[in-house]
T-cell receptor
C-alpha cells in the first residue's frame, strides 16, 4: 500500500471548515484513499473513502486531485467534538492486503 | 444495530498470567481484525481472521500470542505469560467483506503489573 504524508497538527476555529491534507504521491491506480479518526484513545472511527471522484457523506467531504497524488478531507463546520487524530490511509482493492496501515496522522484541535 | 463489542474494557494482569480479550463483530460481519496501540504510538495490525480461519497473522508476535474466531461466539485474542511490554490498547475491527471499510470497537486496555 502507498505511503501517506500528513501534517502532524492543525488548529481550526469552531464553526469553520477544517481542511486536512494528505499526500500519497505513490498511489496506484486501483488503490483507495480512506480516512479514519481517533478521538482520545477511543476506537478509530471510519469517516469516508474514495477512489477517483470526490465523495461526500454526512460526516465529511473527500476531495481527490485529478492526478490522485493528494487529497483533502473537509469537515464543513467543525465542532469541539471533532478534535481528534485524523488518519489518511491508502489501501488496495480486493485481493490485496486487507489490514489498515495507520501512520502518525494529523492531530486536529478545534478551538472555541 | 449494535456496533463492535469488546470485553473487558479494562484488564489488569500480573506478569506471567494469561490475558483473554474478546471481540464480537457487528451483525453480519464475518471478518475480524485485531490491532494494538502501544502507549504514545500508532495502531499496528496484528491478525486478520474469518470464521474458523486465520487469514493473515503477519503482525502477531511469534510467541505467547494467539487468536481465534470460532464458528460460534466471539473472536478471542489470547496472550500467555504476559509481560509489562504487553500493556497497550487492543482494538478489534470487523467488516462484512474483506476489502470494505472496517468498524472498530472501543478497545480493551491491558495493564500488566
Amino acid at each position: 500500500d502507498a505511503k501517506t504524508t500528513q501534517p502532524p497538527s492543525m488548529d481550526c476555529a469552531e464553526g469553520r471548515a477544517a481542511n486536512l491534507p494528505c499526500n500519497h504521491s505513490t498511489i496506484s491506480g486501483n488503490e483507495y484513499v480512506y480516512w479514519y479518526r481517533q478521538i482520545h484513545s477511543q476506537g478509530p472511527q471510519y469517516i469516508i473513502h474514495g477512489l477517483k471522484n470526490n465523495e461526500t457523506n454526512e460526516m465529511a467531504s473527500l476531495i481527490i486531485t485529478e492526478d490522485r497524488k493528494s487529497s483533502t478531507l473537509i469537515l464543513p463546520h467543525a465542532t469541539l467534538r471533532d478534535t481528534a487524530v485524523y488518519y489518511c490511509i491508502v489501501r488496495g482493492p480486493s485481493g490485496s492486503a486487507r489490514q489498515l496501515t495507520f501512520g502518525s496522522g494529523t492531530q486536529l484541535t478545534v478551538l472555541p | 444495530n449494535a456496533g463492535v463489542m469488546q470485553n473487558p474494557r479494562h484488564l489488569v494482569r500480573r506478569r506471567g498470567q494469561e490475558a483473554r480479550l474478546r471481540c464480537s463483530p457487528m451483525k453480519g460481519h464475518s471478518h475480524v481484525y485485531w490491532y494494538r496501540q502501544l502507549p504514545e504510538e500508532g495502531l499496528k495490525f496484528m491478525v486478520y481472521l474469518q470464521k474458523e480461519n486465520i487469514i493473515d497473522e503477519s503482525g502477531m508476535p511469534k510467541e505467547r500470542f494467539s487468536a481465534e474466531f470460532p464458528k460460534e461466539g466471539p473472536s478471542i485474542l489470547r496472550i500467555q505469560q504476559v509481560v509489562r511490554g504487553d500493556s497497550a490498547a487492543y482494538f478489534c475491527a470487523s467488516s462484512p467483506v474483506s476489502h470494505y471499510e472496517q468498524y472498530f470497537g472501543p478497545g480493551t486496555r491491558l495493564t500488566v503489573t
